[in-house]
């Protein structure tokens, strides 16, 4: 019954991961729609390769920087409760992918390709790890003193804050410090319209992205005993909300 249940976890975990995985898919789509067709290319190109050294980054120095656990064992370790280590960390990488991703948005067309990946390199396998470890894994004595200090501890059960506040205070000084992209304003100082390049592909980003935020937030319960129903209803509720607000608030710049 036990390796039955550690199964059923894992599998469990691993559809989590799958899921947040698509939804890098997403972020790809709502750039490349957002972004002029001549440097759609280099964005999609961009999200897979900041994908592929974020694994690099996180499996080899911030896995073991957040949670001190590495994976230099034998395969009969490894292999240990179905693999239920293995398929969480392949859920957590898909977190701190994101990170990147985030910041690519804020930035898609101001960035140079090759500093950019450096970038994705120190922050998945230096910076973010250190709020992950401190908030996920008791590192630091930061939830000891946030307890002391409020009597409860901090909660972040889906990564509002580790994942997106983080990805989104990094990105804020990038696009400050990159400015406007090129050709944004005239030379009296007029905005220059930049459309979006594609409609169709902003609409399945973010679709793809409705999808996925499920996995994100659903499967952070990690085991099937520890799944709520209250928290799939909440992301759906959040969705839909948010749609309606900012369709409300797009058809009153209309009126103005």
Request: hydrophobic share 55%.
């Amino acid at each position: 019954m036990e390796n039955f249940k550690t199964g059923v976890d894992a599998l469990f975990i691993m559809t989590g991961a799958i899921m947040v995985l698509a939804m890098h898919a997403g972020f790809a789509f709502l750039e490349l729609g957002t972004v002029r067709k001549k440097n759609q290319v280099n964005a999609l190109v961009k999200i897979l390769i900041d994908f592929a050294v974020s694994t690099i980054a996180y499996f080899f120095i911030g896995y073991s920087i957040a949670y001190g656990v590495n994976f230099f064992a034998s395969a009969e370790v490894l292999a240990q409760k179905n693999g239920f280590e293995l398929v969480k960390f392949f859920f957590l990488l898909t977190f701190a992918a994101a990170i990147p991703a985030i910041i690519s948005g804020g930035i898609a067309e101001r960035a140079k390709f090759n500093p950019q990946l450096i970038a994705t390199f120190i922050l998945v396998g230096f910076v973010y790890p250190l709020f992950e470890g401190m908030v996920w894994n008791q590192q630091f004595g930061y939830q000891a003193w946030i307890k002391a200090l409020t009597g409860e501890e901090f909660h972040d059960f889906a990564g509002s804050v580790v994942v997106h506040a983080v990805g989104g205070w990094i990105a804020l000084p990038a696009v400050i410090l990159l400015g406007a992209r090129h050709g944004r304003y005239t030379k009296d100082g007029r905005i220059s319209a930049h459309p979006p390049s594609n409609i169709p592909f902003l609409a399945l980003g973010a679709w793809v992205l409705a999808v996925g935020w499920f996995g994100f937030n659903v499967m952070s319960a990690q085991t099937v005993d520890k799944l709520s129903g209250l928290v799939a209803m909440n992301s759906l509720m959040a969705m839909v909300g948010g749609t309606l607000v900012a369709w409300w608030f797009g058809s009153c710049l209309c009126w103005l």
